[in-house]
């Protein structure tokens, strides 16, 4: 089976514009999961999605971050504008719900200039 | 407040060493606990999950559940250079969303 899968691995995006990420889940799963990573804050979660309703939707990231699952096997995450401190590694991730394992696909970097 | 703390933030043990790692919970409705490894470049991977109390052994990976303190730890024994990695603590309650500490950098020093 296909992990999780994300593209771009790398992006490079000029400070005020609109970049968007994308994520295939694990075929059959009904969780899908978006976290940015940096060292400082560590796991951020930026959205949930269970069965494709979205559950949760990290507030400080309200503004300018917009997830969206639009069907079962492919999520999106729009920033828009993009800023420097935007810069960070995100994950895509997802599990087949309750107690179960979370799969994390390999994540994006996105450096904002 | 981090409802998922762990420590220490850094780890060097030489190669061959015993590694041990540590979590606390500061909410006493988690009840499922796992510990993630991130390699450099790559996405975190699920190492072990522990649900009950007491020791939980996966080869050189044992896991040990406290629930009355909230304690969760992770020894690595033997510890290779391939177990240089960033370890994450995460829990969760019922069916909910899973709950991530901050992360120890292991370094095993050849």
């Known amino acids: 089976d296909a992990g999780v899968t994300q593209t771009p691995r790398h992006e490079v995006a000029e400070k005020g514009q609109t970049i968007i990420l994308k994520c295939e889940p694990v075929?059959?799963?009904?969780?899908l999961f978006w976290y940015r990573q940096t060292k400082i804050q560590g796991l951020e979660l930026l959205s949930y999605?269970?069965?494709?309703?979205?559950?949760?939707d990290g507030g400080a990231f309200k503004d300018r971050f917009k997830a969206e699952m639009l069907n079962s096997s492919f999520s999106t995450l729009k920033i828009q504008p993009t800023e420097p401190k935007d810069s960070a590694v995100y994950l895509c991730?997802?599990?087949?719900?309750?107690?179960?394992?979370?799969?994390f696909g390999s994540g994006t970097r996105l450096t904002v200039l | 407040q981090q409802k998922v703390q762990q420590s220490p933030e850094s780890l060097s043990v030489p190669e061959g060493g015993m590694a041990s790692l540590n979590c606390t919970s500061s909410?006493?409705?988690?009840?499922y606990f796992w510990w993630y490894r991130q390699h450099s470049g790559e996405g975190p991977k699920a190492l072990m999950?522990?649900?009950?109390?007491g020791d939980k052994k996966e080869g050189r990976f044992t896991a040990h559940l406290n629930k009355a303190s909230l304690h969760v730890s992770l020894h690595i024994r033997d510890s290779q250079p391939s177990d240089s990695a960033l370890y994450f603590c995460?829990?969760?309650?019922?069916?909910?969303?899973?709950?991530f500490g901050k992360g120890t950098q292991l370094i095993i020093q050849p």
């Open positions: 991730a997802s599990s087949q719900g309750g107690a179960e394992t979370l799969y």
């Open positions: 075929s059959g799963h009904n969780d």
């Open positions: 999605f269970r069965s494709k309703s979205l559950m949760e």
């Open positions: 909410d006493r409705n988690f009840q």
């Open positions: 999950s522990i649900f009950s109390d």
């Open positions: 995460a829990a969760r309650e019922g069916a909910d969303r899973l709950t």
